[in-house]
C-alpha cells in the first residue's frame, strides 16, 4: 500500500488528466441523448448551475495554472454551450412549428 501512496503522490498531474480524460467523456453521453430528445428532460437550470460550476472549476485551473483542470472543464464547458445551442434550435424550431402560417 505504501508503494501505491508514493506512486500517487509523485504522479498528481497524471492523476488529474486521467480524471479529466474520464468526468469530460462521461459527458458526452448527454449530449447524444439531448440530440436524440431534442434537448426534453434537461433542466435550464440544471444547464446554467452546471455550467457556472465548470467556469467556476476552469477559473480554479488557471488560478493554479493546472493543465488538467483547464482542459477538463473548458472541454466539458464546450458541451455545456453545445447543449443550450441544442436546446435553443429545437425550441425555436417547434416554436416555429406550432406558429400559424400566413398567406
Same mark, same amino acid.
Given at each position: 500500500?505504501?508503494?501505491?501512496?508514493?506512486?500517487? =503522490?509523485?504522479?498528481?498531474?497524471? /492523476?488529474?488528466?486521467?480524471?479529466?480524460?474520464?468526468? %469530460?467523456?462521461? &459527458?458526452?453521453?448527454?449530449?447524444?441523448? %439531448?440530440?436524440? %430528445?431534442?434537448?426534453?428532460?434537461?433542466?435550464?437550470?440544471?444547464?446554467?448551475? &452546471?455550467?457556472?460550476?465548470?467556469?467556476?472549476?476552469?477559473?480554479?485551473?488557471? +488560478?493554479?495554472?493546472?493543465?488538467? +483542470?483547464?482542459?477538463?472543464?473548458?472541454?466539458?464547458? +464546450?458541451? /455545456?454551450?453545445?447543449? /443550450?445551442?441544442?436546446? +435553443?434550435? &429545437? $425550441?425555436? =424550431?417547434? $416554436?416555429?412549428?406550432? $406558429?400559424?402560417? =400566413?398567406?
Amino acid at each position: 500500500m505504501f508503494d501505491l501512496l508514493h506512486w500517487l =503522490r509523485a504522479h498528481p498531474d497524471a /492523476i488529474g488528466f486521467w480524471a479529466a480524460v474520464l468526468t %469530460t467523456v462521461s &459527458f458526452a453521453p448527454q449530449v447524444v441523448e %439531448t440530440w436524440k %430528445t431534442a434537448g426534453e428532460g434537461l433542466s435550464w437550470m440544471m444547464l446554467a448551475l &452546471f455550467g457556472s460550476g465548470t467556469a467556476l472549476w476552469f477559473l480554479y485551473g488557471v +488560478l493554479r495554472m493546472s493543465g488538467p +483542470l483547464m482542459l477538463a472543464n473548458g472541454l466539458t464547458g +464546450l458541451q /455545456i454551450l453545445f447543449l /443550450i445551442a441544442l436546446k +435553443l434550435w &429545437f $425550441a425555436s =424550431r417547434a $416554436a416555429r412549428q406550432r $406558429a400559424p402560417q =400566413r398567406s
